[in-house]
């Protein structure tokens, strides 16, 4: 009872959604003397649950596992605990994920994560209880489960208040960046409808309008993209990719927009096409080099240059986009993959949301990649894509 008290302000500590996981996931994992812990939360859009977060590194994130016939889903389907001392003979061990927990588990204690209108978050599962050589070996009692469901109780309203705050958040910054486009068109159309306003004045506020609410229109697609991807929403799937493939794709997609400003396109793709097919999400790859290679255009100095490149690297493929182009400051590149994050004083000229990067970095991490960036202010800019050839993307039917 006093550890459980002593937590609660700890709990209430963080508003950041994975690192209150993690803070719940080792209370639980003291309090139950349990070896490892892992979350997992119901997704809204798809009606089944999805490891949120683990102590053990060997499973793997955003694995999804169906509410019928697992373990997890049955907790969370009745709204009880499950105290497993031998979970392999458990008629409910069903699913492949199931099956992948079970390996080398000897007990486990699954507490649903119910807040107390009844809302169904997910629920906490707890793995192996630790042998302090104690009368009840490697079993977890029923004094765990009451300290645990305690917790739970709190962890709930936790979770609840990271995940509100996350949207009102994003919400408040989204609704500032639309203020600039529509009070641009709200002036525009004000000046119209004057009767004293010259009429060669009339096609260049047409003009602005039209950008503006284009603009407007791909801000909202990148919004929404945006906030699919921070509350987990965006389900990846995982089927081999041919880069050079995808690097010519690209290419010819990008280059209309390159040619206006006499800016080439170069590619260095290996002569012999081998080991470049990786597995991943097709769409969302080639949404990540979209967007370098548009910035490396948008960004770039008429006829200037932007160079693709694909290459192996051991066990992983490297995707770069180089340009020639202005270059960033060091204390701009601190902040590039920042969501909303713009260098200062040059995004008049250019369009954009400034979630570009954001997008592409979380959509890389989803890959079990990383992305980075090089700069040479005046000289050039090179983002670099690193990518594991077989990615572990929870394929569609676990
Ligand atoms: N290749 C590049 N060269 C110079 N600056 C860049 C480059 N790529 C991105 N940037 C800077 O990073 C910012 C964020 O990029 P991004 O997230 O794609 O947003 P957006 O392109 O919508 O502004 C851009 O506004 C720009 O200032
Ligand atoms: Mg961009």
Redesign the pocket.
């Known amino acids: 009872m006093s550890q459980l008290l002593a937590i609660s302000p700890y709990l209430h500590s963080t508003l950041d959604l994975r690192k209150l996981l993690g803070i719940i996931m080792n209370v639980a994992v003291e309090l139950a003397a349990a070896e490892d812990a892992a979350v997992l939360l119901l997704n809204d859009a798809t009606g089944q649950l999805q490891f949120e977060a683990t102590t053990r590194s060997a499973i793997s994130k955003e694995v999804i596992v169906p509410l019928e016939a697992s373990v997890a889903g049955w907790v969370v389907t009745n709204g009880r605990s499950l105290l497993l001392n031998d979970p392999a003979h458990d008629p409910r061990f069903t699913t492949a994920v199931d099956k992948e927990l079970l390996y080398e588990l000897h007990s486990l204690l699954a507490v649903p994560l119910h807040g107390d209108m009844g809302n169904r978050l997910g629920a906490l599962l707890l793995l192996n209880k630790k042998d302090d050589g104690g009368k009840n070996g490697r079993c977890f009692t029923k004094d765990d489960q009451y300290a645990v469901e305690a917790l739970t109780v709190q962890a709930v309203v936790a979770i609840n208040n990271a995940r509100l705050f996350a949207q009102s958040d994003l919400l408040a910054e989204i609704i500032h960046e639309l203020k600039t486009p529509m009070m641009a068109i709200s002036t525009a159309t004000g000046l119209l409808l004057r009767p004293d306003l010259p009429s060669e004045k009339h096609d260049e506020l047409l003009q602005m309008i039209q950008r503006e609410s284009l603009r407007l229109s791909a801000m909202t697609q990148?919004f929404l993209d945006f906030a699919r991807l921070e509350s987990g929403r965006v389900r990846l799937t995982s089927k081999p990719v041919d880069l050079v493939a995808l690097v010519d794709e690209v290419v010819d997609i990008s280059q209309p927009q390159a040619a206006t400003r006499d800016i080439e396109i170069q590619t260095k793709l290996p002569q012999i096409n081998n080991g470049l097919t990786i597995s991943g999400d097709e769409v969302r790859l080639k949404q990540v080099l979209l967007?370098?290679v548009?910035?490396?255009v948008?960004?770039?100095n008429d006829h200037g240059i932007v160079t693709i490149s694909a290459k192996r690297h051991g066990d992983e493929v490297c995707l770069s986009?180089a340009?020639n182009?202005?270059?960033?400051e060091s204390q701009?590149l601190a902040h590039?993959f920042e969501r909303f994050?713009?260098?200062p004083d040059?995004?008049r000229g250019?369009?954009?949301?400034?979630?570009?990067?954001?997008i592409?970095k979380k959509l890389v991490e989803q890959h079990n990649g990383r992305i980075a960036v090089e700069?040479i202010p005046g000289e050039g800019?090179v983002?670099r894509v690193h990518l594991p050839l077989t990615s572990k993307l929870p394929a569609s039917s676990v």
């Open positions: 990148d967007n370098l548009s910035n490396a948008k960004y770039n986009v340009d182009g202005v270059g960033i701009d590039l994050y713009r260098v040059r995004e250019s369009e954009g949301s400034g979630l570009g990067l954001a592409s700069s800019t983002f």
